[in-house]
């Protein structure tokens, strides 16, 4: 059946094109009307071009729009694949973090709780409301946890949060010697928050295997990693074999990347902890990761405008490994599957409340999203990862509903890396008055939002 | 209805005889037998001996007994009164701060989970289940929150935490010009986490008196008396107004004492926010505390041998300001009272579990201990204050209950004083291997308690 998908924030050229390519290798969503929606113009017109010759390639009947404006992208919308944000912008992440670094703080561990990709989700929401309201929202941009929580809680938009962390079972799996392909897995929590909790290899329980693994030879990987100067992933560094020796359960994706604040303080404790360089997650590791993103957006140009490239080259014609369109597919088609989703939760991770973003698995046919209820997380996973965290997100939905700025300065005494009172008021100050960068123009200014509480 | 109480821990002579002189002028008691229990046989023997005299003094027809075994005091109890600990010794506390010093942390702030008090309290209530399943135990021994939660959770004993906390009110009312007997108030939350939510003077808002207050004559008042080297209470010191600021509500009682990690640093920072040498909780405010306890107790042992001193002259004959005899006359004379009380939610207090110890106001009688269902406290309060304590309280017992050494580890990584692992591990491994004192002895050894994860 024929739907209109709208990748908002289409600017990430390569994520919309792998949902492209999903789409035009999709039999059921033939006829579809793909809508390009960004605030820059010219990656908007890149992305735009390489879909439409990406869609000739492969002979699909795809039609394609763009546009500068949200609430025509939004119009007859079935679908809203999101992935737009407002602070994450490498350039601005890495102004902040270096802002952050002259008060005294490490890879910018402000505490300040989020408040622009936030305030944008939940004006998209509310547009979507009046626009298209049963029109699906599918959230890709970060934060995931907090904003599937929010719109679900002040709209009645249907949204489901996507990720792709939940894949790290597989680097677990092909370092400790098991074909991915013949695991049987499942990793239920928060989003970024997850934990292994069923690991079997051809019907057998894999987790002795990773045991073995962890006492005969991982010394010997991130020794023989370290002397090759090879980058150690997060799912399999140090700190990924502590969490789990803490917590009986492999931590997985993006979780691995997180864990205590002990695991981030320096670089020198970075580096122990995620070998090598210190992982990604540093000033340097992130400055490569950032010079990667501009040297393949260049690519992307040239090739969109060089009529000798064809996107398919670029591409290759199989399906990429997210979820969105295959998703929209079980909606539309009844092409049921089974997917990694976060949803507000209605029982089905016990012992969280029932409005709060879970991140489970699920079944996606015509009848909706239907997320599988799954036992328990151990008591101790739950009162030292999931609980902080949940608390964390409805301080953070609590500051940007008031608009209590007291509640920001609480964020920010909360970091471990505040040492004093007044650092604290000094790093937010200098926090709210940095350079704006073009995104935040199609929000509310953050200083007009919060207000201090009467008689401060 | 004469009944038999069992004063637990009852070396805390002060406390014990305010008790006695209670019972002594409480008319319904007439007849009734005190047991006093402690492991301590000087202060047992002064206490019985002052207890006995001052009876005297009154005319009361009470009866005394004294033991050092737990399992007799409890026989044919009707009431237990507990306010035995094993680390609160002040001695014990003094070296365990000292400790930590010696580990970069200042007054003894590691975040180690509370292990002796409860493990005592638990022992305790399970001799209670054996002994004297009907009893009430009255539990005036820290910490009250976690210890009224664990044993209401893991025993069938009817317990009931208190605490004097909520009288700070009368200081709020006397500070700021207003007779406190004329006041009309609320303070519910967590004990030593309650929050003035009602505060009237003669059926008027008293909150825009204290506004003008802070705003014309707290600033003079700080200064005057630190000038005067005098000491201001936590109640009134800048920390409290601070918080009060923050949240809209004045904190109360041991409540502002606390507050966030960063009024608590180091000692410049305590003479900040709490005015004059830093208040009591600091190592010099705990040693002149220390030093008058000392001497207290030593005119109390002279006047317990001195044939020539009435106990009479020394204690007064007005009743204290406890609330324990008052409940008890409640509940078996149905002389109806208000307290303030800590016991299991169900509902008392919206938006806390059922089975987590939450004091709130409550009518006693002979139908028991009825809690008062109070309005919800402010969101920020819940967010910021009441659930991060609740998780706390949550995780030391999960850790005591489980005995998992690694829980204990995380507890001290939650310090905001702690820097590294290293350092977390350091001050963990040198608090597990503390000298022993008297106390402990009663209680299981904590290194055997506590295992680390199989694979650590």
Known sequence: MPVKVTIFGAGSVVFSLALVKDMCLTEGLKGSKVC????????????????????????SDLTFERTLNR??????????????????????????????AEYGYFYGATGMPEYHNLQLMLDVAKDMEKICPDAWMLLAGNPVFAGTTLMTRETGVKVCG?????????????AIGLDPERVTWQAPGLNHNIWLTHFYYEGKDAYPVLDAWIKDKSEAFWEEREKAGKEISAQLSRSAILQYKMYGLMPIGDTPRRGGWWFHTDLETRKRWYGGAGGGDTPEGRDRILKGKEKKFQQMKSAAYDEKVRPVDLFGNKRSHEQHISIIDGLVNDNEGQFQVNVPNHGALPGIPDDVAVEVPAIVNMKGIQPVRVPPLPKK???????????????TLEALLSGDMSMMLFGVLESHQTRSYEQAQEMLDALLHIEPNEPMAHIE????????????
């Open 36 to 59: 390009f929606m960004d605030i820059n113009e010219e990656s908007l017109d890149v992305v735009h071009r390489l879909a439409v010759r990406y869609a000739e390639d492969l002979g």
């Open 162 to 174: 996507l990720c792709h962390g939940h894949y790290g079972y597989q680097g677990v799996a092909r």
């Open 381 to 395: 996973v739950l009162l030292e990862c999931i609980y902080p965290e949940w608390l964390g997100m409805e301080r």
């Open 445 to 456: 200014d953050i200083n007009d939002h919060y207000t201090w509480p009467k008689n401060w």
């Open 71 to 100: 609430e025509e992208s939004l119009q007859d919308a079935d679908f809203v694949i999101n992935t737009a944000t407002v602070s994450h912008n490498e350039y601005f992440m890495k102004r902040r973090r270096e802002l952050a």
